[in-house]
């Protein structure tokens, strides 16, 4: 049985997302991702104008003069959300958990998703699949998919996100929207990011903390890892230290930023510090621009 207080927090998220669903994000989900996938609908006989790629070449034989596929747009998509349930999201200074704020972009994309009529689906990943929640339609559906991203008690502690792709192109079939979230601590993915980005429209989001990318003058700070539990001690008060830990942390987002950038998937990147409804946005208004 599901806790009062889990069940508190899915109605609060459903009532503060509805109204951002209804209002900010009125129009924007169905510009940006309706009509990215055609299929094929039927065969006529072509038209001066036609696109010849679209002949179809083995009636055009059969009837002595040129046929053309018509697609169609796809009336639904399947959007999945692909989440790390990693101990490194147990971490925030500046009020929320990224985990939590992970869970609540979820929210807002699956609530978005049933306002359009699509399918929602989950992957939660740890250093193994921890759970999988087949996509479905319904309000009831993407209510127990958020129960389950509040409830959810993970095993593992590490983050393997190239298992969590090879997990999704094997139960996804058809191309989907994959919201991987995540705040990317890990390494040895890019191939298997290729390959789910060929396969479906990948985006990428990513959480993370002010203080991963800059440390605090506090003298003495004991830094634990939250996935090896490994623990280091830097003296913050030597500004060298300080510098090196900011370099190191701008060279690992360059690195993903270009890794993505040469992929090809887009990218969302969200901040504890920060509503995440500005980058979302933007992240929409740019998408909209490009498929015009």
Known sequence: MIPKEILKKVRQIELRTRHLVNTVFS???????????????????????????????????????????????????TVMLVVDASASGDFGTVGRMKGEIGVEMCALLAFSAIKNNDRVGLIIFTDEVERFIPPKKGKKHVLRV????????????GTDIAGALEYLNRVTTRKSVVFL????????????????????????????????????????????DAETGEEVLIDTSDVRARRTF??????????????FQSVGVDRVDVRTDRPYIEPLMR???ARAKRFR
């Open 27 to 77: 129009g924007e989900y169905h510009s940006v991702f309706k009509g990215r996938g055609m299929e094929f609908a039927e065969v006529r006989e072509y038209l001066p104008g036609d696109d010849v790629r679209t002949i179809e070449w083995n009636v055009t034989a059969r009837m002595g003069h040129p046929f053309v596929k018509v697609f169609e747009e796809e009336r639904e998509l």
């Open 181 to 224: 979230v995540s705040d990317f601590f890990a390494s040895g993915y890019e191939a298997a990011l290729k390959v789910a980005n060929r396969r479906h429209d990948l985006v990428a989001v990513t959480v993370s903390d002010p203080r991963e990318a800059e440390l605090p003058d506090v003298g003495i700070l004991e830094v634990e």
């Open 246 to 259: 900011m370099n190191a942390s701008e060279e690992a987002r360059s690195a993903r930023r270009r890794l």
């Open 283 to 285: 992240f929409f208004e």
């Open 146 to 157: 958020i129960r389950e991203l509040y409830y959810f008690q993970p095993k593992g502690r």
